[in-house]
């Protein structure tokens, strides 16, 4: 799905509205790649799964999907389309390191975020990003933006990724995440550079379900308290202080 614009931005949104699943629900919705003069936006998205053929029947991904005869073929269907609006929280453009935490469909920023960093920021050396992608099954990881951006952090030093099969390695523990991106371990101790030579500040990003945002910025608050500890004795950080950012309103 595609609308043209002039230029894009990581973290750009919109409000999507499909007729032929309701005339009423609007959804917003972040740009997995933001337009650009060539072309419109993208977004991705993943129907819902796990729940009973009832409950399906009243998710709006659910209905259209099913509008789909295939995954494999393609469908031109009426949408309404309000935006773009800017990104709510813009500190990533700084951030010496981004972190994202995120799960299910909550990729979409994420991917718009690292897209950005990668065709920005990546070849300056002087910045790190960590993405983080919790999910049910092993089997939602199969898109092709995923494969190829992971066959592009092969070759990055800088960008790391993670997937986390919660149905095999139970419930992802944010805070265990954030501090092993920024060489904590534990109990505040860390292995990077001294304090004085610490970069700026690190930012967190997080989309997904109710519980993992919860967790995360519940994390984020124990991030920044250790890192300022540690900034306030003198001793080893990677980074001088923690920013965040939970994309409580996203689809």
């Known amino acids: 799905m595609e609308k043209a614009e002039p230029f894009g931005h990581p973290l750009t949104y919109y409000y999507l509205n499909f007729p032929s699943v309701s005339r ?36 709006w991904t659910w209905k259209l999907a099913s509008s789909l005869e295939s995954f494999k073929t ?28 995120v799960g299910g469909t909550g990729i979409t920023g994420a991917y718009s975020l690292v897209m950005g960093w990668l065709k920005i920021r990546a070849a300056t050396g002087n910045s790190k990003f960590t993405l983080v992608w919790t999910m049910k099954q092993r089997e939602m990881a199969n898109l092709r933006e995923w494969t190829e ?59 997904g379900p109710d519980g993992l945002l919860r967790a995360t910025e519940t994390a984020c608050i124990e991030a920044r308290r250790q890192v300022r500890e540690i900034v306030k004795g003198r001793s080893r950080a990677s980074v001088k202080d923690v920013n965040w950012y939970i994309a409580t309103w996203e689809a």
């Open 24 to 59: 009423t629900q609007n959804h917003a919705f972040t740009a997995a790649i933001p337009a650009s003069v060539h072309s419109g936006p993208v977004f991705l998205f993943q129907p819902t799964r796990g729940k009973s053929e009832k409950k399906l029947n009243k998710e």
């Open 74 to 101: 393609r469908k031109d269907l009426e949408v309404r389309v309000e935006g773009p609006y800017p990104p709510r929280d813009t500190r990533f453009e700084t951030a010496s390191h981004i972190i994202c935490i």
């Open 149 to 207: 951006l992971e066959a592009i952090a092969a070759s990055t030093p800088n960008l790391t990724l993670y997937t986390h099969i919660s149905s095999e390695s139970g419930r992802l523990n944010p805070l265990t995440q954030i501090l092993q991106a920024l060489d904590l371990n534990d109990v505040g101790a860390t292995v990077a550079n001294d304090s004085s030579t610490a970069k700026e500040a690190a930012w967190i990003y997080s989309s």
